[in-house]
């Protein structure tokens, strides 16, 4: 017996009305809709009879890709509960994260599995490889080996074993959604990981508001390195072609062209290469472009004004506001975005179904049916998600951000928010990012404010006399005591700003 929920739909219509359509474009054929649940069920069946059981925690550690929809699928079907923990987080995040779960089973990739059994190997890649990711086995968890077949001792399953077996009749139990479905977590204390828990009816809502931004490019290919973003071309009905997230800027240009891309995806610094290497080279992005899609982190004026001006003018720029806890908050036209003057930074409009109200210190609360159902570590969650970013609502029901409550310095008796200022600061020529972070001085009982900045040929001296004559409007308060270049660090998936690892590299420098 299998179950047949909400997230299951958008595959199901597809097998139904369009059985060969590509979900997925593979060099050694491809990945159809029909494939792709027989796959899954395979994969279901199998891992029933190997003991899989209701509420099961999976943890999965495999490359983006088909095997990855499948796991994916069949989990579902299972009514297990699916944990995505990147393994690039690091040794300790990542330790804490899995003592939380005590998952009973891991899907990872084989490659890895291998170098964790042969540390000396893992040595000598890491002399030509900056990071490996760290993975830890937990005891009594079965083990799914996930990719090609390497000669692993461990004793393990092998996806590719389990899903050989066609199975032709299967008992199907309608499900309401209303189980929890997905763990993925966000930014959190080591001791407590912030495990966001979302139910299959809330992912379905989400997956159903992100895939009608799709809908407006009916015959396009989905560029993407994210596995969400399959499952969003399955909804919309678009077929998606998958990239290497390392690709060096004229690679991805040309692969972009190469393969007829019309949608893609992603925070701005994934674009800025590109846009460098446009602005270099006197070109524009491909002409194939119908639809890119911004989101996961801040979209300054400067980013889409430079943007902008590599594009086509036929393709269509969306800039996305959503969080982990609620992925699809509002969006709004990146051409139309950049005509709008606020005091801060203007998200857009509220989805459908998406209600927004201001607390009294200005904190931005969420309600809507994409809402997650609580935190890992909490019992129950709440109506209204207090979302952690300051704001308003304009006249015309813009969100419109001011930063974020926790990044929030607190100067003598002025509130700055970081977010404001590094907008305005990049407007200077040569600086690509700003990072604005506070850090108290026990010595003046108050917090010293540094500036982190990331460009090329930056004078620093210039940027400080700039800023102090007030050309780029920054508040006298909110003047940094400190002004230093360096590579802007970033964390996970999304490619947020890792506002720690700055505080700890100036604390570390003495900056």
Known sequence: MLYAGPLLKPLYHLVETQPSFPVLYRKN????????LQKSINLAVALKSKGYKENDVAVIAAQTGEEFLEIMYAIVMLKGIIAIIDPEM????????MRQLNPQWMFIDSRLLLLQEHPLLKAALLKFIKTLPNITLVGGCKLVA?????????KHL??????KKNIQQVQWTPDDGKAETLIIYTSGTLSVPKGVFHTGE???QSISSLGKLFTKNPQAIVGTYLPHFMLLGIAAGLPVKLMEQTLRADKKITWIRQENIGVIFG???????MIHFCETNNLKMPTCLQHIMIGSAPVHTKFLQRLIAVLPPTTQVTCTYGMTENLLV????GREKLHLLQDGDVVGKPVQDVVIRIAEDGEIMVRSPQLFSRYYHEDSGKEWHASGDLGYLDNAGNIVLKGRKKEMIIRRNMNIYPALYENTIKNIKGIDEAAMVGIYDETLHDEKVYLALEGNNINIALVQ???????????KEALPDHIFTMTIPRKGRQHKIDRQAIIDHIKKAGV
């Open 29 to 36: 054929g491809n990945l159809t809709a029909k494939d792709l």
């Open 90 to 97: 690091g040794r300790q995040n990542y330790e804490a994260k």
């Open 146 to 154: 996930v990719g090609k077949w390497l000669p692993i001792i461990r």
């Open 158 to 163: 092998s996806l590719q074993q389990l899903i």
């Open 202 to 204: 809330n992912l379905a």
């Open 267 to 273: 925070p701005p610094s994934d674009y800025l290469p």
């Open 330 to 333: 509002a969006t709004i036209d």
């Open 465 to 475: 006399k700039q800023l102090a004559a007030g050309k780029h409007s920054i508040d």
